[in-house]
T-cell receptor
Framework: DAGVTQSPTHLIKTRGQHVTLRCSPISGHKSVSWYQQVLGQGPQFIFQYYEKEERGRGNFPDRFSARQFPNYSSELNVNALLLGDSALYLC??????????????FGSGTRLTVV | GQSLEQPSEVTAVEGAIVQINCTYQTSGFYGLSWYQQHDGGAPTFLSYNALDGLEETGRFSSFLSRSDSYGYLLLQELQMKDSASYFCAASGSARQLTFGSGTQLTVLP
């Protein structure tokens, strides 16, 4: 079985541009969460989706948006990119929202560099 | 909100036992998870404690004390491949994870 797949793996963008990151969860998982991980820090929660509805939003500006599709894949969009948006963006998949004995399965992430 | 504190670095030798502590301040705490992340890789789930006590999974054990807002990850029989960053993460009523800043474990031969 394929794990959580994210695309692209690496991306370089210029300040002010827009970016779309994509995530396909594990087959059968209906919840997708997005996290931002700045170098040297722990992942920080951005969004959680379950059954195509937003179930949680972290402390990020409105430049960040996301959605989940009927096949449970998800997109994270960031507008008006800033240098500070440079980070590893991680997608986490789970059957339902909430940590439990099975945990979240993370993808390998998209490394975004804003120049 | 939630905040978690863990040591930034720990060093141990191969075959030894190491304990990584985590203290948390939370509202609506549900449980404490532990994740391992090798450089540039995906965080990998290790364990989850919802109740007080010890959970054992092979060479890894995790402990939680709700009354002390404290948990730890215990790694036994350390191997070189255990060199990685380890994160504690709290889950609350909002069901998302709040991660600590991570502990960089270096295993020496």
């Amino acid at each position: 079985d394929a794990g959580v797949t994210q695309s692209p793996t690496h991306l370089i963008k210029t300040r002010g541009q827009h970016v779309t990151l994509r995530c396909s969860p594990i087959s059968g998982h209906k919840s997708v969460s997005w996290y931002q991980q700045v170098l040297g820090q722990g992942p920080q929660f951005i969004f959680q989706y379950y059954e195509k509805e937003e179930r949680g939003r972290g402390n990020f500006p409105d430049r960040f948006s996301a959605r989940q599709f009927p096949n449970y894949s998800s997109e994270l969009n960031v507008n008006a990119l800033l240098l500070g948006d440079s980070a590893l963006y991680l997608c986490a998949s789970s059957f339902i929202p909430g940590a439990n004995n099975y945990g979240y399965t993370f993808g390998s992430g998209t490394r975004l560099t804003v120049v | 909100g939630q905040s978690l504190e863990q040591p930034s670095e720990v060093t141990a030798v191969e075959g030894a036992i190491v304990q990584i502590n985590c203290t948390y301040q939370t509202s609506g705490f549900y449980g404490l998870s532990w994740y391992q992340q090798h450089d540039g890789g995906a965080p990998t789930f290790l364990s989850y404690n919802a109740l007080d006590g010890l959970e054992e999974t092979g060479r890894f054990s995790s402990f939680l004390s709700r009354s002390d807002s404290y948990g730890y990850l215990l790694l036994q029989e350390l191997q070189m491949k255990d060199s990685a960053s380890y994160f504690c993460a709290a889950s609350g009523s909002a069901r998302q994870l709040t991660f600590g800043s991570g502990t960089q474990l270096t295993v020496l031969p």
